[in-house]
């Protein structure tokens, strides 16, 4: 738990998605109940499965990115880059105006850049050492792309790059208040996100754990009842976190304010989603105890025992309120994916600031255990005050974060 003094706000917000570039256009079709889960173009030979996906589609990176560093830049840097790039942009920050050195980056991804990583192995292995690019083997360490986006934004304060499984986009976000309220920097952008990869197939294919794979059509609903498997994505979403006296003086937006944030872990197997997740309450109610929670912003993505799992952490969280919180979750129009997590609190501050609930897509019949209210067909109004986002990984990493409306 954060022992802190100095308040951080949300002042910018940039998204790349399967359902929107931007701000604007993220926030309009997840309103609308819009998703990014489509048919892939290029369906694996070996296997039926997957035929969908929600892949970012229409994404050019020139349009964000003009520096030479664009032609040796993986895809996943590129859109860690231009969603850092349109953060900064949302929150008026220019960093001439700036000391460099108090602006920091800090991403989140739980694989990085895997596409090019596996090409250049292959070649290691097939050809030998020398079949494979050195200007490419830059890339392939975890923390390229926030080296990028340090790089191109022109920002030599802090530079943190965070993995911790499906966690990792709210880790990163957790990690840059720490240094904002340590003092170490002015302005942090901050979130993460992660690609989609060939490899990933294989591997979700592997341990039976895509939609379709037992049974039934392939397609992704959170907490339904009839929910039958993951339906992979990609995207990223980088925050621009600062004080709210900086902010103000500038004349920014303040989206939500960040209460405070924990993160904790419970029993699980290693590579899989835990099944209960009790151990986590005490701390889960201390980052509650300011106030009651409004909309939570889960990590379910339409798997049986995470969804379950989550279902049954909230109900002993809200209790008997359970029934006046909404209830939510982006994988059904993003996918799933490591960093997600960065575009769930992206949501959540929007949320906060437009005062609206975003929908859960393709909800046909919720859960019965569910005593939640959800959004359905599309987003409705509601009065949000406290928003929190709750996250759950494979091998039991759990992160939670608390935002609050902007007054």
């Known amino acids: 738990m954060s022992q802190h003094t100095r308040r951080v706000v949300v002042s910018g917000v940039g998204v790349v998605s399967p359902i929107g570039l931007g701000r604007d256009a993220f926030w309009s079709r997840l309103c609308a109940g819009g998703s990014g889960v489509a048919p892939m173009e290029r369906v694996p030979e070996s296997a039926r499965l997957p035929t969908v996906a929600a892949a970012v589609r229409a994404f050019n990176a020139k349009d964000y990115i003009t520096s030479v560093h664009l032609r040796r830049m ?39 850049d895997t596409s090019e990583s596996t090409v250049f192995l292959e070649k290691v292995f097939s050809k030998g050492p020398a079949a494979a690019s050195p200007l490419v083997f830059p890339n392939l360490v975890l923390n390229a792309a926030a080296s990028y986006t340090s790089m191109e934004l ?35 952008v901050a979130g993460g996100g992660d690609e989609l990869p060939p490899i990933l197939f294989d591997i979700y294919r592997s341990t039976s754990a895509l939609s379709g794979q037992r049974g039934g059509g392939e397609w992704s609903s959170p907490y339904d009842a009839a929910r039958n ?23 920014a937006c303040v989206y939500a304010e960040i209460d405070d944030d ?25 980052l509650t105890a300011n106030g009651a929670v409004d909309l939570i912003c889960g990590s379910a993505n339409s798997s049986r025992h995470l969804d379950a799992c989550e279902l049954d952490l909230f109900h002993q969280l809200c209790g008997d309120a359970a029934g006046d919180v909404f209830l939510a979750s982006l994988k059904g129009a993003i996918g799933e994916f490591g960093a997600a997590g960065a575009l769930s609190a992206a949501a959540a501050c929007l949320a906060l600031r437009e005062q609206r609930v975003p929908p859960l897509c393709h909800l046909r019949q919720a859960d019965p255990q569910a005593r939640f209210r959800f959004a359905v067909p599309n987003a409705v109004p509601a009065r949000l005050d406290r928003a929190l986002v709750c996250g759950l990984g494979r091998g039991g990493a759990g992160v939670a974060i608390s935002f609050r409306r902007s007054t």
């Open 154 to 188: 022109g920002a030599t304060g802090v530079n943190f790059t965070v993995a911790q499984a499906e966690t990792s986009g709210e880790q990163a976000i957790m990690l840059a208040c720490e240094m904002l309220r340590a003092g170490r920097a002015d302005i942090v």
């Open 74 to 112: 993986d895809r996943f840097s590129r859109m860690i880059v231009a969603a850092g790039r349109m953060a900064l942009a949302d929150a008026g920050v220019a960093i001439e105006r700036e000391t460099p050195e108090r602006v920091g980056v800090v991403v989140g991804s739980a694989l990085g």
């Open 262 to 286: 924990c993160s904790f872990s419970v029993p699980a197997p290693l590579y899989d989603w835990p099944t209960a997740a009790s151990a986590a309450l005490p701390m889960l109610r201390r």
């Open 229 to 251: 498997g993951v339906v992979l994505g990609e995207g990223a979403a980088m925050l621009t976190l600062e004080s709210p006296e900086r902010a103000q003086a500038r004349g």
